[in-house]
T-cell receptor, first 114, second 115 residues
Framework: SQTIHQWPATLVQPVGSPLSLECTVE??????LYWYRQAAGRGLQLLFY??????ISSEVPQNLSASRPQDRQFILSSKKLLLSDSGFYLC?????????????FGPGTRLTVL | GENVEQHPSTLSVQEGDSAVIKCTYS??????FPWYKQELGKRPQLIID?????GEKKDQRIAVTLNKTAKHFSLHITETQPEDSAVYFC??????????????FGKGTKLTVNP
């Protein structure tokens, strides 16, 4: 069965510091991968998606970036965090060996920028 | 692009009653409509989905209906229980174009089931 991991689970960072969040998927190949952000008490905002290694599409302009160095690894980064970057970051996957469309979320990283 | 509206934003019901959450979408090409349940502090969990080739789908106490003509779909929860309390999100997407099937989410409905 497929499993998705995210780390770290929680993170507290000062404004202006760098960020690196990691997501890995097991049990499937060539998945589509997604990064979402959820502000406190709010909905899900799609940040980036990737259909393959090195292929990244950005949904909203921001100071974040994403990379996919391996088939089942997706990384979210920032060079300098802003207060507004605080939120719950969720990685998701779809496709691979399962049905297209169905997206499954990782456990998330709760980021607080102080 | 696709736009998904979800109502109500909050819903409070008594245990045992039914709950209905409604969503409308704008892109007539959308053909996949999932529902996610998110408990406090947890990840969204896919609870049921429907594709545009059917009008209704049921899974025990949960059902989803789809009206393609009116471009709306609804989640029905019968015999609600306190553990149904959570935030529910609807979403819409269409067949992959260029390899990706992006979901567009509604803003969520906070359901509270009172014992």
């Amino acid at each position: 069965s497929q499993t998705i991991h995210q780390w770290p689970a929680t993170l507290v960072q000062p404004v202006g510091s760098p960020l690196s969040l990691e997501c890995t998927v097991e049990g499937t190949s060539n998945p589509n991968l997604y990064w979402y952000r959820q502000a406190a008490g709010r909905g899900l905002q799609l940040l980036f998606y990737s259909v393959g290694i090195g292929q990244i599409s950005s949904e909203v302009p921001q100071n974040l970036s994403a990379s996919r160095p391996q088939d089942r690894q997706f990384i979210l980064s920032s060079k300098k965090l802003l207060l507004s970057d605080s939120g719950f970051y969720l990685c998701a996957w779809s496709g691979g060996t399962g049905f297209i469309n169905e997206q499954f979320f990782g456990p998330g990283t709760r980021l607080t920028v102080l | 692009g696709e736009n998904v509206e979800q109502h109500p934003s909050t819903l409070s019901v008594q245990e045992g009653d039914s709950a209905v959450i409604k969503c409308t979408y704008s892109d007539s090409a959308s053909n996949y409509f999932p529902w996610y349940k998110q408990e406090l502090g947890k990840r969204p969990q896919l609870i049921i989905d429907i594709r545009s080739n059917v009008g209704e789908k049921k899974d025990q106490r949960i059902a989803v209906t789809l009206n393609k003509t009116a471009k709306h779909f609804s989640l029905h929860i019968t015999e609600t229980q306190p553990e149904d309390s959570a935030v529910y999100f609807c979403a819409a997407s269409k067949s992959p174009q260029g390899g990706s099937e992006k979901l567009v989410f509604g803003k969520g409905t906070k359901l509270t089931v009172n014992p």
